[in-house]
């Protein structure tokens, strides 16, 4: 995952962690195409709130590869809201100029 996708979930943990319940086709999604493992999905399960279980998803994805955060978009068909605004922020951030640079 790069270093933009792994500050947009820094940025919206919170919102992210009361919006979202993972717990379900999320999770299942993800360990499908093969983002996460069984010890994921057992250690997500394992914790004891909806909050806390997407807390730890939200640790584990951006150590999961280049395509995590694409595959993670997709998972989010329940949250259509919730995937629209990662799209939205995600594009807000790629088309920031660097400071000082002008545009021909």
Known sequence: MDARDKQLLRSLRLELCTEVLVDGVVIQYLYQEGILTDSHVEEIKSQTTSQRKT??????????????????????????W???KLMLKRKEMTVQEPAGKARI
Request: proline share 10%; hydrophobic share 50%.
């Open 82 to 84: 919730v995937k629209d």
């Open 55 to 80: 807390m730890m998803l939200l640790d584990i994805l951006p150590t999961r590869g280049p395509k995590a955060f694409d595959v993670f978009l997709d998972s989010l068909q329940e949250f259509p």
